[in-house]
């Protein structure tokens, strides 16, 4: 006689947050401080103290380091198609006293398309960052600026044939003044010690420019000065 097989009920995948001492919404409102405000991790560590809430400031670290990505991942079918005209400039930061460089992109509409960090300042590495910005989002630019860097002619050339590339004196300056509010963050910031580091931290301070600037379909009826907060309480749910 055969048993009737045994149906198996079905369960939520585990949280994120599973296993962590403390709940999500005391390290969602870490992760959030850290990439959106100019403070280091122990500026953080001091603000919950004040709100009753005993954390390391590594810990703190660990936790940006940990959910970054994955905020950022669980956004990712949320997020707005770039537009057609895109402003490239590389830029540099410190990592462990050695300088490092960010190539970085924003559209005509102020969304940051990626960054990309990089030992070197060379066609490799601007190579790299536009095959990656183009297979992920699946969209092509017609017209790409940037400096007079020597390496983007060919790599441009290769890469996106059809695109104007447009070289003029203060016509990239939109992507330039976007360098400055990613230095801003960094400045208090004594994490950027090692290269993955300071990827995930960059590249979490654009995301989270994008959330603010309503460049997902996150929040979007919510103001804009308690856009941010919505959009992490909602991606929490999703990780």
């Known amino acids: 006689m055969k048993h009737a097989a045994r149906t198996r009920r079905w369960a939520p995948p585990p949280s994120a947050f599973a296993g962590f001492r403390f709940p999500a919404e005391v390290i969602i409102v870490a992760v959030r401080w850290c990439l959106r405000y100019g403070l280091s991790y122990r500026d953080v560590e001091e603000l919950l103290a004040e709100r009753g809430i005993e954390v390391d400031h590594v810990t703190i670290y660990r936790w940006v380091q940990r959910f970054t990505p994955l905020l950022a991942d669980a956004a990712r079918n949320a997020r707005h198609s770039p537009g057609d ?23 005509q509409h102020g969304q940051v398309i990626d960054v990309l960090f990089s030992a070197r300042r060379n066609a490799a590495a601007a190579r790299r960052f536009f095959t990656r910005a183009l ?16 390496v ?59 959330l603010r600037r309503g460049h997902y379909d996150i929040a979007l009826d919510t103001p804009p000065a308690t856009r941010l907060v919505a959009a992490f309480t909602e991606l929490a749910r999703a990780i």
């Open 85 to 107: 005209r895109w402003y490239v400039d590389e830029t540099y930061v410190k990592v462990n006293g050695v300088w490092r460089y960010v190539y970085r992109a924003i559209d």
């Open 152 to 210: 983007y002619p060919a790599v441009l050339e290769e890469l996106l044939p059809a695109a104007w590339h447009h070289v003029e004196q203060y016509e990239n300056n939109p992507i330039e003044a976007d360098h400055g509010q990613l230095k801003r963050r960094l400045r208090p910031m004594r994490g950027l010690q090692t290269d993955r580091t300071a990827q995930v931290v960059i590249a979490g301070h654009a995301f989270v420019q994008n």
């Open 135 to 150: 297979r992920t989002l699946k969209v092509t630019p017609s017209e790409v600026v940037t400096d007079a860097a020597p």
